[in-house]
């Protein structure tokens, strides 16, 4: 893939990442091939910023851990209400780490 697509894709979808794991992605994308480069333009990322939403309005439920795909933990939410509202708070500091973290799996998936 060529430099100038990286740095186009990386300046587009770099709040989806954790910062740390940026020169780790643009060192990957710039050794995969071009059929995996098209992939690219299909994962649906997950934003952080409406995964903290979701935590603080609703994350006793278990919506922002089913949003960002974390099924199990979304269920185990919804049947503890939250562990009684602990976890529910725990959430808001930690939904956008997980929320980045699941997009990155998503992305080394396809590269």
Not at 16 to 32: D, G, T, V, W, Y
Not at 78 to 96: E, H, Q, S, V, Y
Request: glycine share 10%; net charge neutral; with cysteine.
């Amino acid at each position: 893939m060529e430099q100038q697509k990286v740095d186009m894709f990386i300046m587009m979808n770099n709040k989806n990442f954790p910062e740390s794991q940026i020169p780790f992605i643009r060192e990957r994308l710039l050794a995969c091939d071009e059929s995996r480069s098209n992939m690219l333009h299909t994962i649906q990322y997950k934003d952080p910023t409406i995964a903290l939403l979701l935590s603080l309005f609703c994350g006793g439920f278990g919506i922002d851990r089913f949003y960002i795909g974390d099924t199990g933990l979304g269920i185990g939410k919804l049947i503890t209400c939250g562990g009684l509202g602990i976890w529910a708070i725990i959430d808001w500091f930690l939904i956008i780490g997980a929320t980045r973290d699941k997009n990155l799996e998503r992305l080394m998936a396809v590269i």
